[in-house]
Nanobody
Framework: VQLQASGGGLVQAGGSLRLSCAAS????????MGWFRQIPGKEREFVAAIRWSGGATYYADFVKGRFTISKDNAVKSVYLQMNSLKPEDTAVYYCAVAEYYSSSRSSYDYWGRGTQVTVSS
């Protein structure tokens, strides 16, 4: 599985960004696509995930009500709509694939290159 993330950039606090992650290559009939983020010097942390089959979604507490994860089966893509961004959301965002839902990074087998999100105050 190859993953390509895009959509990062610089935005002011309170603004919005939409990240995209396109999957190609081998895919599973039922798997989970997730978004993680990493701030320099800190561990990579779970942000959100979505089940490819059924569309159940999962969020970290710190993004509930602000971020929305969605998918488009036709183009094998997952999106992360980020609203009301805060300076503390500044990080490199990664998309990843797992066979089963988990918020643990160790459960995800495939990772895309990250995309930088910078939120200015």
């Amino acid at each position: 599985v190859q993953l390509q993330a895009s959509g990062g950039g610089l935005v002011q606090a309170g603004g919005s960004l939409r990240l995209s992650c396109a999957a190609s290559g081998r895919t599973f009939s039922s798997y989970v696509m997730g978004w993680f983020r990493q701030i320099p010097g800190k561990e990579r942390e779970f942000v959100a995930a979505i089940r490819w089959s059924g569309g159940a979604t999962y969020y970290a507490d710190f993004v509930k009500g602000r971020f929305t994860i969605s998918k488009d089966n036709a183009v094998k893509s997952v999106y992360l709509q980020m609203n009301s961004l805060k300076p503390e959301d500044t990080a490199v965002y990664y998309c990843a694939v797992a066979e089963y839902y988990s918020s643990s990074r160790s459960s995800y087998d495939y990772w895309g290159r990250g995309t930088q999100v910078t939120v200015s105050s």
